[in-house]
């Protein structure tokens, strides 16, 4: 007797992660002031908690989790991504988060794990 | 007999990828000065040019690649990555540049295929 389990490949959940993502960025930095000497401790614990509960979610992929802190003070900001991947199961979500005196960009990317 | 090569070929290379970006960077916007209305089209032919001199390489990989446009006016900016994978085979590279009115940061990541 054999017993066949067939496993669907699961796909990147945009809209769960940048649930996840949003709260984290609230729990850092919501109500804060643009400070030059956190910002650094800032961007850190952004990227290691997004990671964290992304890794939680037990899902086969590989992350990279990117945040962008600026201070609001009219410069311009533009950013691109580019990604060669399998658009089939790979994915990515960007979080925009602002208040009044800094930006924050985060940009999840996540690869599925080939078994 | 079994003859396992694990070689240049498959792993990612940082000097070689920081070489094809500048010179993608260098091709998109130098020379030029911080324009709102051109940023747009710059971002995406640098990520464009990278992400296709990269996948020339023949790499069995999978790339992203980040690009930040910012203009010069006092503005502090701070960015951060974190990474889930196998530190074995995969890696990263990051690009600074900047002329005398703009900064552009670059970011390559290669995940093994």
Known sequence: IFLYRLESQVSFNADEASVSV?????????????????????????????????????RPFKFI??????????????????????????????????????????????????? | M???????ETAFVVDEVSTIIKESVEGAIGGNAYQHSRVNQWTTNVVEQSLSQLSKLGKP??????????????AGLQTASSCFWDNTTDGS??????????YCIVSVFGLAI
């Open chain 2, 93 to 102: 590279c990051t690009v600074r540049w900047e002329n005398k009115s703009m």
């Open chain 1, 22 to 58: 949003k709260e984290c960025v609230e729990a850092i930095i919501g109500g804060l002031d643009y400070n030059q000497n956190k910002v650094n401790q800032w961007t850190a614990s952004i990227v290691e908690h997004s990671l964290t509960q992304l890794v939680k979610q037990g």
């Open chain 2, 61 to 74: 990989f999978k790339y992203i690649v980040t690009c930040v446009i910012m203009q010069k006016n006092g």
């Open chain 1, 65 to 115: 989790v990117n945040c962008a802190i600026m201070q609001k003070s009219g410069a311009g900001l533009h950013t691109a991504n580019s990604c060669y991947w399998d658009t089939a199961t790979d994915g990515s979500c960007t979080v925009r988060w602002e208040n009044r005196t800094m930006y924050c960009v985060v940009s999840v990317f996540a690869v599925a794990l080939t078994c």
């Open chain 2, 2 to 8: 079994d003859e396992f090569q694990t070689g240049e």
